[in-house]
């Protein structure tokens, strides 16, 4: 299976986060910020937006001096024992303050052994998860999650997919032509959020973003319900723009 790669604006944060995180771990005594924009060759204005990123993520903090060094996280997740632990909590974590921010129910999702999966989520009684009346697994054509994954796959990719799962019709606005579909995961842009208007079920609006990490294909994604279909576009540029620290944890 190929993979369309075409990085996002998250993927080009997060190889600069991982440049600053390796100079900080090399200078084990702590390195300044001048230090760091000298060595990375980042602008100051980037530099510091990154930096602010890391510290939030504990990544990295700052020790008395104003120097930084690598912080609690990155620790945790660089050990070999627990990482797989370590990384299941980080992401929850980020998943809660971006269900927070966004206001919605958030999604995290991979494409393992050709199928979609769901591998993580943060709801509340204010942002409620979707009711998944159907598998996810079948369903790839009408939810966003599904789509936004089938769009990082190559043609053939996407056509393996199709072939092996029937293009149910869920609610009178579900694409069931795999032309029509396949044409239009093609022209999907990887860096706008994919839509789901009602397509799954009748009463839900969903967005998702990719989380492409190596040959790793994911997504992060949100639900409304439809009386707040209002906020969705805004709702899923936030999470596109809060997508970093999700990829920067996967990477690590």
């Keep these: 299976?190929?993979?369309?790669?075409?990085?996002?604006?998250s993927y080009h944060s997060v190889q600069?986060?991982?440049r600053v995180l390796e100079t900080v771990a090399r200078h084990t005594t702590g390195v300044t910020e001048t230090g760091l924009a000298r060595e990375t060759?980042?602008?100051?204005?980037?530099?510091?937006?990154?930096?602010?990123m890391l510290r939030r993520e504990a990544y990295v903090e700052q020790i008395a001096d104003g120097a930084y060094v690598t912080g609690a996280a990155f620790a945790r997740l660089g050990a070999a024992e627990g990482h797989e632990e370590a990384l299941r909590e980080k992401l929850q974590r980020t998943l809660d303050r971006l269900r927070d921010s966004v206001g919605a129910a958030v999604y995290m999702s991979r494409y393992v052994d050709g199928?979609?999966?769901v591998t993580q989520y943060a709801d509340s009684p204010a942002a409620p998860k979707v009711n998944e009346w159907v598998d996810f697994r079948c369903s790839a054509h009408a939810t966003a999650v599904g789509k936004s994954l089938l769009?990082?796959?190559?043609h053939d990719g996407r056509r393996d997919h199709l072939a092996r799962h029937k293009m149910a019709r869920l609610t009178s606005r579900t694409i069931t032509s795999d032309t029509l579909l396949l044409s239009r995961l093609a022209s999907q842009p990887p860096t706008v959020p994919v839509l789901d208007l009602q397509e799954y079920a009748v009463g839900t609006v969903c967005a998702a973003v990719p989380i492409t990490a190596g040959s790793s294909v994911g997504c992060l994604a949100l639900s409304l319900p439809v009386e707040h279909?209002?906020?969705?576009?805004?709702?899923a540029d936030t999470l596109n723009r809060n997508a970093a620290p999700v990829l920067l944890s996967l990477a690590i």
Excluded: I
């Excluded at 980042?42 to 937006?49: D, P």
């Excluded at 279909?229 to 709702?235: D, G, Y």
């Design 151 to 154: 769009t990082q796959l190559d």
């Design 41 to 52: 060759g980042l602008g100051s204005e980037r530099l510091t937006a990154l930096l602010r």
């Design 16 to 18: 600069d986060a991982l």
């Design 1 to 9: 299976m190929a993979l369309r790669h075409e990085p996002t604006a």
């Design 115 to 117: 199928e979609v999966k």
């Design 229 to 235: 279909a209002h906020r969705l576009r805004e709702a």
